[in-house]
Protein backbone atom coordinates (compact mmCIF):
# COMPACT_ATOMS: atom_id res chain seq x y z
CA UNK A 1 0.00 0.00 0.00
CA UNK A 2 1.09 3.53 -0.81
CA UNK A 3 1.19 5.66 2.24
CA UNK A 4 -2.02 8.21 2.46
CA UNK A 5 0.18 10.85 1.65
CA UNK A 6 -2.24 12.89 -0.88
CA UNK A 7 -2.17 16.60 -2.57
CA UNK A 8 -5.89 17.54 -3.67
CA UNK A 9 -6.66 20.10 -6.05
CA UNK A 10 -9.60 21.93 -7.32
CA UNK A 11 -11.09 21.39 -10.94
CA UNK A 12 -11.10 24.81 -12.45
CA UNK A 13 -7.29 25.56 -11.54
CA UNK A 14 -5.70 23.04 -14.09
CA UNK A 15 -6.35 24.34 -17.42
CA UNK A 16 -2.56 23.62 -17.93
CA UNK A 17 -3.67 20.10 -18.93
CA UNK A 18 -5.21 21.16 -22.11
CA UNK A 19 -0.99 21.36 -23.27
CA UNK A 20 -1.10 17.51 -22.04
CA UNK A 21 -3.80 16.70 -24.25
CA UNK A 22 -1.55 16.95 -27.04
CA UNK A 23 0.89 14.17 -26.19
CA UNK A 24 -1.74 12.09 -24.18
CA UNK A 25 -5.03 11.93 -25.65
CA UNK A 26 -6.91 10.08 -22.43
CA UNK A 27 -5.87 13.44 -21.17
CA UNK A 28 -7.61 15.35 -24.08
CA UNK A 29 -11.22 15.63 -22.57
CA UNK A 30 -12.80 18.45 -19.85
CA UNK A 31 -11.98 19.04 -16.63
CA UNK A 32 -15.26 17.17 -15.54
CA UNK A 33 -14.92 13.74 -17.65
CA UNK A 34 -11.40 13.43 -14.68
CA UNK A 35 -14.23 13.94 -12.09
CA UNK A 36 -17.57 12.08 -12.91
CA UNK A 37 -17.39 9.13 -11.92
CA UNK A 38 -14.87 8.25 -9.83
CA UNK A 39 -11.68 6.75 -11.84
CA UNK A 40 -7.86 6.22 -12.02
CA UNK A 41 -5.32 7.69 -14.39
CA UNK A 42 -2.03 5.60 -13.41
CA UNK A 43 -1.54 6.69 -9.82
CA UNK A 44 -3.76 9.68 -10.24
CA UNK A 45 -6.54 8.79 -8.12
CA UNK A 46 -10.09 10.64 -9.15
CA UNK A 47 -12.34 11.07 -5.78
CA UNK A 48 -15.43 12.73 -6.91
CA UNK A 49 -16.28 16.38 -9.08
CA UNK A 50 -14.32 18.85 -7.17
CA UNK A 51 -11.10 17.38 -6.03
CA UNK A 52 -8.39 14.77 -7.31
CA UNK A 53 -5.97 12.94 -5.16
CA UNK A 54 -2.74 12.14 -6.01
CA UNK A 55 -0.79 9.44 -4.18
CA UNK A 56 2.66 10.77 -3.86
CA UNK A 57 3.90 8.00 -2.01
CA UNK A 58 3.15 5.54 -4.91
CA UNK A 59 5.60 7.32 -7.13
CA UNK A 60 8.21 5.09 -6.83
CA UNK A 61 5.60 2.92 -8.95
CA UNK A 62 4.53 5.46 -11.57
CA UNK A 63 5.30 5.52 -15.00
CA UNK A 64 7.21 8.77 -16.30
CA UNK A 65 3.74 10.31 -18.12
CA UNK A 66 1.94 9.24 -14.18
CA UNK A 67 4.99 11.80 -12.98
CA UNK A 68 4.44 14.04 -15.95
CA UNK A 69 0.66 14.29 -14.84
CA UNK A 70 1.46 15.01 -11.14
CA UNK A 71 3.89 18.11 -12.61
CA UNK A 72 1.66 19.19 -14.92
CA UNK A 73 -1.16 18.99 -12.32
CA UNK A 74 0.45 20.39 -9.20
CA UNK A 75 1.85 23.46 -11.02
CA UNK A 76 -0.86 26.04 -10.36
CA UNK A 77 0.05 25.33 -6.37
CA UNK A 78 3.93 26.27 -7.54
CA UNK A 79 3.35 29.13 -8.85
CA UNK A 80 2.84 31.11 -5.59
CA UNK A 81 6.40 30.04 -4.41
CA UNK A 82 8.78 31.66 -7.35
CA UNK A 83 12.10 33.34 -6.53
CA UNK A 84 11.61 37.36 -6.28
CA UNK A 85 13.99 38.09 -9.00
CA UNK A 86 12.82 37.63 -12.42
CA UNK A 87 14.19 35.13 -14.47
CA UNK A 88 16.97 35.15 -16.56
CA UNK A 89 16.44 35.27 -20.52
CA UNK A 90 19.91 34.17 -20.83
CA UNK A 91 22.83 31.83 -19.67
CA UNK A 92 24.14 34.56 -17.87
CA UNK A 93 24.28 38.51 -17.70
CA UNK A 94 27.71 39.60 -16.08
CA UNK A 95 26.98 43.39 -15.14
CA UNK A 96 28.67 45.95 -17.00
CA UNK A 97 28.74 48.91 -13.99
CA UNK A 98 30.25 50.93 -16.22
CA UNK A 99 26.61 51.40 -17.58
CA UNK A 100 24.02 53.28 -15.95
CA UNK A 101 21.49 50.90 -13.91
CA UNK A 102 18.47 50.89 -16.24
CA UNK A 103 15.18 49.17 -15.72
CA UNK A 104 15.38 46.40 -13.45
CA UNK A 105 19.31 45.74 -13.47
CA UNK A 106 22.30 45.92 -15.08
CA UNK A 107 23.22 46.02 -19.03
CA UNK A 108 25.31 42.96 -20.06
CA UNK A 109 28.86 42.56 -20.61
CA UNK A 110 29.32 40.98 -24.22
CA UNK A 111 29.29 37.58 -24.42
CA UNK A 112 32.85 37.27 -26.09
CA UNK A 113 34.22 39.63 -23.46
CA UNK A 114 32.81 37.61 -20.50
CA UNK A 115 35.97 35.29 -18.33
CA UNK A 116 36.36 32.76 -16.05
CA UNK A 117 36.94 35.52 -13.67
CA UNK A 118 33.63 37.33 -14.20
CA UNK A 119 32.09 34.09 -12.25
CA UNK A 120 35.01 34.28 -9.73
CA UNK A 121 34.48 36.53 -6.23
CA UNK A 122 37.54 36.91 -3.98
CA UNK A 123 35.65 39.84 -1.52
CA UNK A 124 34.62 37.42 1.04
CA UNK A 125 38.00 35.99 2.08
CA UNK A 126 38.65 38.57 5.08
CA UNK A 127 36.55 39.74 7.61
CA UNK A 128 35.43 43.34 7.53
CA UNK A 129 36.01 45.59 10.60
CA UNK A 130 34.67 44.53 13.79
CA UNK A 131 36.17 47.30 15.64
CA UNK A 132 33.19 49.41 15.87
CA UNK A 133 30.30 50.32 18.18
CA UNK A 134 28.06 47.19 17.15
CA UNK A 135 31.29 45.34 16.98
CA UNK A 136 30.62 43.44 13.58
CA UNK A 137 30.97 43.31 10.09
CA UNK A 138 29.20 42.61 6.66
CA UNK A 139 30.95 42.51 3.57
CA UNK A 140 28.51 42.06 0.75
CA UNK A 141 28.32 39.79 -2.37
CA UNK A 142 25.75 41.89 -4.26
CA UNK A 143 25.43 42.51 -7.74
CA UNK A 144 27.27 46.09 -7.39
CA UNK A 145 30.23 43.90 -6.10
CA UNK A 146 29.83 41.14 -8.15
CA UNK A 147 28.97 41.64 -11.57
CA UNK A 148 28.16 37.72 -12.29
CA UNK A 149 25.20 37.75 -10.24
CA UNK A 150 23.18 40.10 -12.60
CA UNK A 151 19.84 38.18 -13.36
CA UNK A 152 20.73 35.14 -11.57
CA UNK A 153 18.77 36.01 -8.21
CA UNK A 154 21.78 35.39 -5.92
CA UNK A 155 23.24 37.23 -3.55
CA UNK A 156 25.62 36.17 -0.71
CA UNK A 157 27.67 38.28 2.50
CA UNK A 158 29.88 37.55 5.17
CA UNK A 159 29.32 38.41 8.75
CA UNK A 160 32.08 38.49 11.83
CA UNK A 161 31.33 39.62 14.91
CA UNK A 162 33.44 40.41 18.35
CA UNK A 163 32.60 38.78 21.27
CA UNK A 164 29.45 40.96 21.93
CA UNK A 165 29.21 42.40 18.43
CA UNK A 166 26.00 42.52 16.71
CA UNK A 167 24.09 42.71 13.27
CA UNK A 168 21.48 45.29 14.54
CA UNK A 169 18.32 44.90 13.94
CA UNK A 170 17.51 45.16 9.96
CA UNK A 171 15.66 43.84 6.63
CA UNK A 172 16.09 42.80 2.75
CA UNK A 173 13.37 44.37 1.20
CA UNK A 174 13.91 42.24 -1.67
CA UNK A 175 15.41 39.22 -0.54
CA UNK A 176 14.89 35.92 2.08
CA UNK A 177 17.92 35.22 3.96
CA UNK A 178 19.33 31.55 4.19
CA UNK A 179 22.56 31.75 7.21
CA UNK A 180 25.24 29.66 7.56
CA UNK A 181 27.33 29.64 11.08
CA UNK A 182 31.12 29.27 10.27
CA UNK A 183 32.10 29.91 13.69
CA UNK A 184 30.61 30.62 17.37
CA UNK A 185 27.05 30.95 18.72
CA UNK A 186 24.48 33.80 17.89
CA UNK A 187 20.96 34.61 19.24
CA UNK A 188 19.41 35.19 15.87
CA UNK A 189 15.94 36.07 15.22
CA UNK A 190 13.24 37.70 13.08
CA UNK A 191 9.89 39.24 13.78
CA UNK A 192 7.05 38.76 11.43
CA UNK A 193 4.50 41.51 10.94
CA UNK A 194 2.17 39.84 13.26
CA UNK A 195 4.92 40.39 16.13
CA UNK A 196 5.43 36.82 16.30
CA UNK A 197 8.95 36.72 17.38
CA UNK A 198 11.40 33.62 16.15
CA UNK A 199 14.37 33.40 17.82
CA UNK A 200 16.86 31.28 19.35
CA UNK A 201 21.16 30.70 20.07
CA UNK A 202 22.65 28.75 16.49
CA UNK A 203 25.93 27.30 16.74
CA UNK A 204 28.31 26.66 14.27
CA UNK A 205 27.04 23.89 11.25
CA UNK A 206 23.17 25.70 12.19
CA UNK A 207 21.33 27.18 9.39
CA UNK A 208 18.66 29.42 10.30
CA UNK A 209 15.72 30.85 7.28
CA UNK A 210 15.15 35.05 7.57
CA UNK A 211 11.72 35.51 5.28
CA UNK A 212 11.76 38.59 2.90
CA UNK A 213 11.51 41.60 4.18
CA UNK A 214 10.90 40.72 7.81
CA UNK A 215 13.25 42.42 10.60
CA UNK A 216 15.79 40.15 11.95
CA UNK A 217 19.37 40.18 13.52
CA UNK A 218 22.49 37.84 14.95
CA UNK A 219 24.07 38.72 18.35
CA UNK A 220 27.58 36.97 19.02
CA UNK A 221 26.83 35.16 22.80
CA UNK A 222 29.54 33.43 22.64
CA UNK A 223 33.00 34.12 23.97
CA UNK A 224 35.32 33.51 20.71
CA UNK A 225 34.47 35.33 17.70
CA UNK A 226 32.01 34.56 15.48
CA UNK A 227 31.53 34.19 11.56
CA UNK A 228 28.54 33.20 9.33
CA UNK A 229 27.96 33.01 5.51
CA UNK A 230 24.77 33.96 4.53
CA UNK A 231 23.34 34.06 0.92
CA UNK A 232 19.97 35.71 -0.54
CA UNK A 233 17.42 35.27 -3.23
CA UNK A 234 18.68 38.91 -4.56
CA UNK A 235 21.17 39.63 -6.52
CA UNK A 236 20.31 43.23 -4.65
CA UNK A 237 18.15 42.31 -1.71
CA UNK A 238 19.03 45.92 0.08
CA UNK A 239 20.19 46.38 3.60
CA UNK A 240 17.98 48.45 5.46
CA UNK A 241 18.95 48.79 9.51
CA UNK A 242 16.29 49.77 11.24
CA UNK A 243 17.21 52.45 13.76
CA UNK A 244 19.61 53.86 11.25
CA UNK A 245 16.60 54.58 8.92
CA UNK A 246 14.64 56.12 11.58
CA UNK A 247 17.12 58.24 13.47
CA UNK A 248 19.92 58.74 10.53
CA UNK A 249 17.76 59.85 7.96
CA UNK A 250 16.75 63.23 9.14
CA UNK A 251 13.22 62.70 9.90
CA UNK A 252 11.21 65.44 11.95
CA UNK A 253 11.70 65.50 15.13
CA UNK A 254 7.97 65.61 15.61
CA UNK A 255 7.37 62.06 14.35
CA UNK A 256 10.10 59.96 16.43
CA UNK A 257 8.77 61.84 19.17
CA UNK A 258 5.44 60.60 18.68
CA UNK A 259 6.25 56.96 17.27
CA UNK A 260 8.84 55.69 20.31
CA UNK A 261 6.91 58.00 23.13
CA UNK A 262 10.28 60.06 23.72
CA UNK A 263 11.03 63.46 24.42
CA UNK A 264 12.80 65.79 22.16
CA UNK A 265 16.36 65.57 23.91
CA UNK A 266 15.86 61.65 23.31
CA UNK A 267 15.45 61.96 19.66
CA UNK A 268 18.60 64.19 19.60
CA UNK A 269 20.91 62.06 21.11
CA UNK A 270 19.88 59.42 19.13
CA UNK A 271 19.82 61.53 15.84
CA UNK A 272 23.24 62.50 16.92
CA UNK A 273 24.58 58.54 17.23
CA UNK A 274 23.18 57.62 14.18
CA UNK A 275 23.88 60.71 11.61
MN1 LIG B 1 20.21 39.98 7.00
Avoid at 205 to 216: E, K, T
Wanted: charge should be neutral; glycine fraction near 8%; include cysteine.
Amino acid sequence: MAPSVFVTIKCPTWSSLAMFGERNPRLTRSCKDYFNPPKVYGSVHIVNEDLLRLPVGSLKNATMITLLQLLVIAAPIFQVITASDPDPLQDFCVADLTKDLTLNGYPCKRAANTTTEDFIFSGLRNSGNTSVPTGAAAVFGFVQDYPGLNTLGLGIARLDWAPGGLIPPHTHPRGSEIIYVVKGSLYAGFVTTQNQLFARVISKGDVMIFPRGLIHWQLNVGNTTAMAIVTLDSQSPGFQLIANSMFGSDILDEVLVKTFFIDENAVRQLKATFS
